[in-house]
């Protein structure tokens, strides 16, 4: 009888060791943050989305690399319209369902927006008149765009929410890394996206 109940007792802890046992470690794992937590995406998840629809209410739905053009467009500037135009390039078949986009406010650099205006791959847009300012998906009317866009790539879903941030960088090589990035995430979007 003896021997029957051992062999029970060494059943049962075998059951709890190979059921149990990981699960309660996997919980100490998550808990104590002993290993880093997976993320594919390459640009700063934006908690909540940011809503864009104030900037582009009236485009077609693609996704799309938005940047806001400074009061004077320097190295860094120069850089992410570089890399939003690259992007889109190295895009090849897809590039019908992406769009770069420069948004302008009246105090924005006026030769880059004459510039960007005689190319065709970038799309500009004015701000709207009324200046305002998106956080999160509610419109702010006190305060002006520039401070939400600026010094950042966007991008944006066909339904006009940022959901990614990328910064942007003074040095070539760095925004060129900073292009594969992005290139990577776009790439991951379309074709997990049916829209756009």
Known sequence: MSERKKNKQ?????????????????????????????ATN?????????DFSV???????KWRLVYQLPAHCD????????SIQQ????????ADRAQPTVIYTASSDAKAIARLKQQNSVEVLPS?????SVTGSQIDAHRPVASSVTSAIYLV?????????????D??????????????????????SRIG
């Open 10 to 38: 060494i059943t049962l802890l075998t059951v709890f060791a190979i059921f149990v046992l990981p699960v309660v470690l996997a919980k100490l794992a998550l808990d104590n943050q002993w290993f880093t937590r997976a």
């Open 128 to 132: 709207p008149p009324r200046q305002a």
């Open 157 to 169: 879903d066909t339904m006009n929410n940022a959901m990614l941030r990328y910064p942007v960088s």
């Open 75 to 82: 190295n860094t500037c120069e850089n992410a319209l570089y």
């Open 87 to 94: 992007v889109w390039h190295a895009l090849g078949k897809e």
């Open 42 to 50: 390459k640009g700063e998840l934006l908690q909540p989305v940011q």
């Open 55 to 61: 900037y582009l209410v009236r485009q077609s739905p």
């Open 171 to 192: 040095d070539r090589q760095q925004a060129i890394m900073n292009s594969r990035d992005i290139l990577a995430d776009v790439r991951k979007l379309l074709k997990l």
